[in-house]
């Protein structure tokens, strides 16, 4: 089986739409050869700044200290500095800047649409490239003049530093830090003026001390108190006890009571002592009726009523250091009282001092942070002022193209001609396509299914003769299609053997009838033979 040669189509197929082909290629080289020469020349102007950190941010709302850490850049923090870059805010303050300056723009009145106009045909004009491998963001601005592109560029970037400062440092953030810190220093003067009444209410400076100074004092008079209950107990027991001996009917001679004169030497009680024995030495030779006895009974009792008397008085004498010792106790007792009751308002002053104290160490706190804020806050207000940025550095301020970027002779020509000559061989190979005409022998097996007996070269006498009868034999056959080489034959009603029998019968003969002239010089001007129309004439 013979398979088909696509080499030989694609030529077959090229020089057959050769026209095509070298007329659209001509028409695009044209084309190209005008936009080069006449075209209105675009010019590029360039810059690139370089992302040296990441600023590290400090949340206002916490007061207390944290730790900085430098984070690397990321792809993410690129885009944004790309998206200030080109925002519509950053583009309308170089609108502005350049109309004040009279540096572009010059004479010419704004409206809020013009203004907004402006700012996306720069927008669309500007065109940004992150570098691989690095923290580098490209810039090209496209104008029609390369000093104007150039002068726009440059003032966009100055821009740009300004207004990322701004985002960045907003010039409120000063005001903000200013009112926070004032704020806080009205409430701790506050607190100490509430802290000073409170001395000065209670005129004590140091609670905390007095308190402690009270509990020493408690602790020595609770010492002092337990000797002195003690001291009135023994004393109470002892004066029962002298009143016990008192009111016995007996001679006591009270000889318990120690560092009393009347139990010295020369006292009542070894006096009387001595009496009773000697009375009892007397009775012993005299009868107890006898003066003698009753002299010696008279002076007992004289002795011992003036003992008696003696210890009346010292019990008395008792009985009032008893009633000191009482009413020490009942001081002291008042006295602790008084320390317990001043401990606790002492307490209560402490605790409210520290209460006031720790409000205003957060006070303080809180100033001295706002504090520091705002000077950074200030601090960066005067960055502002300067375009300094730690973070961001201009690479290559704007500077122009060599020469136009578009368009460019070099390029645009020989482009023109290679797509001129692309698209001239598309259009070809579509317009083959789409052509379902009989092009060569093997289409009519291909398209219509049916067996190819022979064709015929196509010549203008072929063409112009048309079909005419075969040999006078009555058989008919119809030619079908035309190729830019030859005429081909499909039988019909006849078979292959009777036209070759016909043929050598009659070798003279034409093959065509005039009936079937008209038929072919019909086909022939249509050149559109679709596979169903075929089929459809042929049944």
Known sequence: MKTEDYKRELVFIFFAQKKVIVWTTALIFVLSVLIAFLW??????????????????????????????????????LSS??????????????????????????????????????????????????????????????????????????????????????????DKAELFFAQQADNFHKGLETM???????VKKNKVSDPLKEIENNILIKKDLEQQLNILKNDSTEKILYIEHLEKELNKKDIQFFSFIENNPINSANGLSPKLQTLVVERGNILRTYSPSSEKVKSIDKQINETYASLKS??????????????????????????????????????????????????????????DTFSKRREEAKINTSVNA????????????????????????????????????????????LREYFDHTFKNPSDVYNYAGLSLIFSIPATEETEKKGSENLGGTGLRTFIVGKTRENLFVIPYLVSFLNLIKTRIANPRGKIYNGAEANNFKHIVKKKKFFTKNLKRNLL
Request: proline share 5%; glycine share 4%; net charge neutral.
């Open 40 to 77: 209105p020349p675009t010019y590029g102007a360039y810059g690139s700044i370089l992302v040296r950190g990441k600023k590290i941010e400090k949340s206002p709302e916490l007061l207390e200290k944290e730790e900085l850490r430098p984070f690397p850049v990321t792809k993410e923090d």
């Open 81 to 170: 500095e790309v998206e200030i870059l080109t925002s519509p805010d950053t583009i309308e303050k170089t609108i502005k800047y350049l109309y004040d300056n009279n540096l572009y723009y010059k004479k010419k009145k704004w409206t809020k649409i013009s203004l907004n106009e402006e700012v996306y045909n720069i927008k669309n004009s500007l065109k940004t490239e992150l570098i691989p491998a690095s923290n580098v963001i490209e810039i090209t601005y496209y104008h029609k003049n390369p000093n104007d592109a150039s002068t726009i560029l440059r003032v966009l970037m100055d821009q740009y530093m300004i207004y990322r400062m701004n985002i960045y440092n907003p």
């Open 192 to 198: 100490e003026n509430e802290l000073m009444d409170l």
């Open 310 to 367: 003696e210890v009346i008085a010292y019990k008395e004498n008792q009985l009032n250091q008893l009633h000191i010792v009482n009413e020490k106790i009942r001081n002291i007792e008042n006295t602790l009282d008084s320390i317990n009751a001043r401990n606790v308002e002492l307490q209560k002053q402490l605790i409210l001092s520290q209460r006031i104290a720790r409000e205003s160490n957060l006070l303080g706190f809180s100033y």
């Open 386 to 429: 300067t375009n300094f940025s730690s973070h961001i550095s201009i690479l290559s301020k704007a500077f122009p193209s060599d020469g136009p970027v578009f368009p460019k002779r070099k390029v645009v020509i020989p482009l023109g001609l290679l797509v001129g000559f692309i698209t001239g061989c598309s259009l070809g190979f």
